[in-house]
């Protein structure tokens, strides 16, 4: 990942990226109390403009997840897509790129209890593919059990709740598969690592319920609403079971960094014939154009960066 010569937002300034340092002693480091939100923006077919997929509904979650852990973001939702779109215009890119802003609890100091104090910073750099996905994925069921919303919830980006996912994916590659997919304590279907995930059934699109402890996905809405509007597809948000995942049609993994990834197999079982399905084709091509900002009914998603 290419960093040098990069502006970073922190300490209420844009900063080379090389001195947004904390401490060791800083609360969000020593116990992970922080949230955050992962943003794409694409580079426009003429390279003139960076175009920041769905910035304000980012910017909203990222507000609820702070409530959820008691961090009062100082900044607005308006101020916060303000202070973004001049950090990548500063970073002049050249490239698709990714957004992390972070919103942590910055006492330095030992001890567990949330304090009132905390910071922003927000990190702009080159990203492309997430996944491979020019091939469907292999899933495993992993034996990590996602987290419940009453021990740390998923609802919120928090981010020491990833090490929840960080030992199913790490589980996952070491057993062969691409990614996990995580079972909630009921044994339900939640979603995948750091992915949301959905079903192909005879025509209809399947995806766990919120309640299964999963993230409310940005990507994920957006897929839904794609579904439903352009290509009249029944969209089902319900309790899945593990074994309905051995019999779906065909699934796919959705979320900001892996955007749309068709799904191959799960547990070595394979969907269909095992090739990448045509929903998930052309809701992965849909996908594609609108985050790029070719499709002119859904230009309210995007944010327009000049370069």
């Not at 970073?8 to 002693?25: E, H, K, N, T, W």
């Not at 990203?127 to 998923?154: C, H, M, Q």
């Not at 996905?217 to 309790?239: C, K, M, N, P």
């Amino acid at each position: 990942m290419q960093k040098e010569g990069l502006l970073a937002y922190f300490g209420g300034r844009q900063v080379p990226l090389a001195d947004a340092r904390i401490s060791v002693l800083t609360h969000a480091f020593l116990y992970g109390t922080a949230v955050f939100e992962g943003i794409r923006g694409y580079r426009s077919a003429t390279g003139s403009e960076v175009l920041i997929f769905r910035l304000r509904e980012h910017y909203q979650r990222l507000e609820r997840s702070g409530r959820i852990l008691s961090i009062r973001i100082q900044q607005d939702v308006e101020t916060l897509c303000r202070l973004t779109v001049d950090l990548v215009a500063a970073n002049h890119f050249r490239e698709d790129i990714y957004i992390r802003p972070i919103v942590y609890k910055s006492a330095e100091r030992i001890g567990v209890h949330l304090s009132d104090e905390s910071d922003l910073v927000i990190v702009t750099v080159p990203f492309g593919k997430y996944l491979e996905d020019e091939r469907p994925l292999a899933l495993g069921v992993s034996s990590w059990r996602r987290t419940e919303d009453n021990a740390i919830p998923s609802r919120a980006k928090v981010n020491g709740s990833y090490v929840n996912l960080s030992l199913a994916a790490s589980e996952a590659r070491a057993s062969g598969f691409d990614e996990a997919i995580l079972l909630n304590e009921d044994g339900h279907v939640s979603e995948a690592a750091g992915m949301n995930l959905y079903l192909v059934r005879d025509g209809r699109l399947i995806t766990p319920s919120v309640s299964a402890n999963l993230l409310e996905g940005v990507t994920r809405d957006s897929i839904r609403t794609l579904a439903q509007e352009e290509l009249g597809l029944r969209v089902e948000e319900r309790q899945v079971d593990r074994t309905e995942l051995y019999i779906a049609d065909e699934a796919f993994l959705v979320g900001t960094a892996a955007q749309v990834a068709p799904v191959g197999s799960i547990d070595r079982r394979p969907l269909g014939d095992g090739k990448t399905g045509p929903i998930t084709v052309r809701l992965k091509d849909l996908y594609g154009r609108v985050a790029r900002g070719q499709v002119s009914k859904y230009a309210s998603w995007i944010t327009r960066v000049a370069g």
